[in-house]
Nanobody
Framework: VQLVESCGALVQPGVSLRLSCAAS????????MGWYCQAPGKERELVAR???????EYADSVKGRFTISRDNAKKMVSLQMNSLKPEDTAVYYC?????????WGQGTQVTVSS
């Protein structure tokens, strides 16, 4: 199982950014996919998750600003991040849990700063 995230970016507050994650080695449509973030000095935490049936859940801090979606045909999960804030600065990781265990992407840095 392999997860590869798109590149992050340095952006100003208030702008939007879209992260994508390409999966391989799994029957993608069967599994939930998630995005986590880890800020300096903090533990990794859930940002958003989407189940195989399309049910979504979000951290309170991103509700109304971030949207997770999936494209089963392309084996990709995306995170649309709008109205970015400095406190969104973190390394973002794609995640899935399959019958072979938990897999993480390599992580991508998102920095929100003026």
């Amino acid at each position: 199982v392999q997860l590869v995230e798109s590149c992050g970016a340095l952006v100003q507050p208030g702008v939007s950014l879209r992260l994508s994650c390409a999966a391989s080695g799994i029957i993608f449509s069967m599994y939930s996919m998630g995005w986590y973030c880890q800020a300096p000095g903090k533990e990794r935490e859930l940002v958003a998750r989407i189940t195989s049936t399309g049910y979504t859940e979000y951290a309170d801090s991103v509700k109304g600003r971030f949207t997770i979606s999936r494209d089963n045909a392309k084996k990709m999960v995306s995170l649309q991040m709008n109205s970015l804030k400095p406190e969104d600065t973190a390394v973002y990781y794609c995640n899935t849990e399959t019958n072979v265990g938990t897999t993480w992407g390599q992580g991508t840095q998102v920095t929100v700063s003026s």
